[in-house]
């Protein structure tokens, strides 16, 4: 397909810098990085893969020709490359940070707009779950048992024969209010805090990709930071041009923030060892 071959060509710098980086196993004289089953879904959910766009089924069954005997993905230099037509490659904006949203009165319809165009792109939790509590619990007032009385009934069943309680949060009501005949609800800065919280501990593959990007930026400029303050730490040397000194290390750390070197900043080849956004507790084997 025409489109495949042309996100192939957008991607090829980066998956070529990822084929560097990643260790790699020998097999019949030829290179591979090889994958484990659980890795899959570990790197789709990480920020490479364009989730929007790729089902996860069909990300996994694009390994399928890589499957050896030993139950392991092996990907060879030409398969991996060919794997840059499901990355993620547009724009990387800046993660949502709740807590510089205003605290105040919001519209009901207006609060809700925030959470669809920036909460929910930022939680992996599912938008209909997310719909559910902000109709029932936060303009309903209904507490946590009333909204999911189904699923918690079955929680504490299980919670039950295994000698386990649970107890569930108090809410102190809706926090809708009416003025001038139209209603309200009054964000705190605890609601904001509690906001975070939610995308920290659920954030999407978008926002993981989001808050690497920003780290390593964030990271990049403090180097540069420090070399400016410092030049003898950064091992400058006297007679040496500071702009010059620094100058490579600028087209090294900022030219990779595009595919196009003419599209300006536009971060869509952002290099990156992907293996520094994983949070999880169990890290895939390599990439």
Not at 75 to 81: A, P
Not at 127 to 147: A, C, N, P, Q
Not at 197 to 219: A, C, F, T, W
Not at 243 to 266: C, F, H, P, Q, Y
Request: aromatic letters at 10%.
């Amino acid at each position: 397909m025409a489109d495949d071959a042309y996100l192939i060509k957008v991607n090829l710098r980066a998956m070529d810098y990822i084929w560097s980086q990643v260790p790699k196993e020998i097999k019949n004289k030829k290179e591979y990085v090889v994958y484990e089953k659980d890795d899959l879904p570990f790197l789709y959910y990480s920020g490479l893969v364009d989730t929007e766009r790729v089902p996860l089924e069909e990300w996994q069954k694009a390994f399928e020709e890589c499957l050896g005997e030993d139950g392991r993905y092996w990907v060879d230099y030409e398969k991996l490359i060919s794997l840059g037509k499901y990355r993620y490659h547009k724009v990387v904006n800046d993660p949502f940070d709740p807590l510089k949203m205003r605290v105040g009165k919001y519209s009901v319809e207006r609060l809700w707009n925030v959470f669809e165009n920036s909460i929910l792109p930022s939680c992996i939790l599912p938008k209909e779950f997310l719909k559910r509590i902000y109709d029932s619990m936060v303009v309903g007032g209904k507490s946590l048992e009333d909204t999911f009385s189904k699923e918690i009934k079955k929680a504490k069943e299980k919670a039950k024969e295994a000698g386990e309680e649970i107890n569930l949060p108090k809410t102190q009501g809706s926090l809708v209010f009416t003025e001038g005949g139209k209603k309200y609800i009054n964000v705190t800065r605890d609601h904001l805090l509690r906001i975070k919280e939610i995308l920290d501990n659920y954030p999407s593959p978008r926002r993981k990709l989001q808050v690497g990007v920003h780290e390593l930026r964030m990271e990049r400029l403090q180097k540069l930071a420090d070399i400016a303050i410092n030049r003898e730490a950064s091992g400058f040397e006297a007679g040496k041009d500071f702009r010059e000194d620094t100058k490579k290390s600028l087209k090294d750390m900022l030219v990779k923030a595009s595919e196009n070197k003419n599209a300006g900043r536009k971060p869509t080849g952002e290099e990156f060892n992907i293996a520094d956004l994983q949070k999880s507790k169990r890290p895939p084997s390599k990439f």
